[in-house]
């Protein structure tokens, strides 16, 4: 896996997370939930490390997505802090792969990418 930036990777926010999993469900990609230990999860984007350690708790407890492949898709932040502060993770694990789970994300119409306009979310 090589570096892949943050704005063209798929973003989910919190409250839409219910209809993803029922959208994943519906696609036959029936996700599992499960607490990870983020030393084990692989990232594929840099992180800025000031920005994840200063992330509050509440939105460190927001589940991350997740590959079957153990890749973070969305949450690549999250895990770092969850890692650094010896959290565990919550996820959504979606059983495909990296590729896979990226490419499904991009066609439901509230996922989205991040852009230089586009304000911080989560």
Request: glycine fraction near 2%; aromatic fraction near 8%; avoid cysteine.
């Amino acid at each position: 896996m090589h570096y892949i930036p943050r704005s063209k990777m798929p973003q989910v926010n919190e409250a839409d997370l219910p209809q993803l999993v029922h959208d994943l469900v519906e696609a036959g990609l029936a996700p599992a939930f499960a607490v990870l230990d983020p030393a084990k999860l692989h990232h594929h984007q840099r992180i800025s490390h000031i920005r994840a350690l200063a992330m509050p708790e509440a939105i460190r407890r927001k589940p991350s997505i997740v590959s079957g492949d153990d890749y973070v898709v969305d949450g690549n932040h999250r895990t770092y802090a969850q890692k650094f502060q010896r959290e565990l993770a919550n996820a959504i694990v979606v059983p495909r792969s990296f590729d896979e789970v990226v490419d499904f994300l991009f066609t439901l119409p509230y996922v989205y990418e991040i852009h230089h306009d586009t304000p911080i979310q989560n």
